[in-house]
Nanobody, 127 residues
């Protein structure tokens, strides 16, 4: 199994940028497909972005495509989410998640496809 811990959230103004971090420990992180999800108050948790085990393939929700960039550094056991041109509607708790990806059709966008989750980091974008 793997443990993941998010950091980097905060309060920013619309149009600004923020970078989220996810530190992984336990099994070799390259064994896992890694993703970012978010949950706004009163809403269901939703997919944001996912990256393949070696980082060669990514997928994004339409709402963040062109603004957010997911990346990973397996040597450092780290996952990142660079968020640019932030909007008030990006306000949410952001979660890092991991899945071994066995038998999962790419891209894994559903919450149920991920077995490991962090506690989340709050991102607030003011208008």
């Amino acid at each position: 199994q793997v443990q993941v811990v998010e950091s980097g959230g905060g309060l920013v103004q619309a149009g600004e940028s923020l970078r989220l971090f996810c530190a992984a420990s336990g099994r070799t992180v390259s064994s896992f497909v890694m993703g970012w999800f978010r949950q706004a108050p009163g809403k269901e948790r939703e997919f944001v972005a996912v990256i393949s085990k070696l980082g060669g393939t990514t997928d994004y929700a339409d709402s963040v495509k062109g603004r957010f960039i997911i990346s990973r550094d397996n040597a450092k056991n780290m996952l990142y989410l660079q968020m640019n041109s932030l909007k008030p509607e990006d306000t949410a708790v952001y979660y890092c998640a991991a899945t071994e990806g066995v038998g999962i059709t790419w891209p894994p966008r559903r919450v149920a496809q991920y077995a490991y989750w962090g506690q989340g980091t709050q991102v607030t974008v003011s208008s």
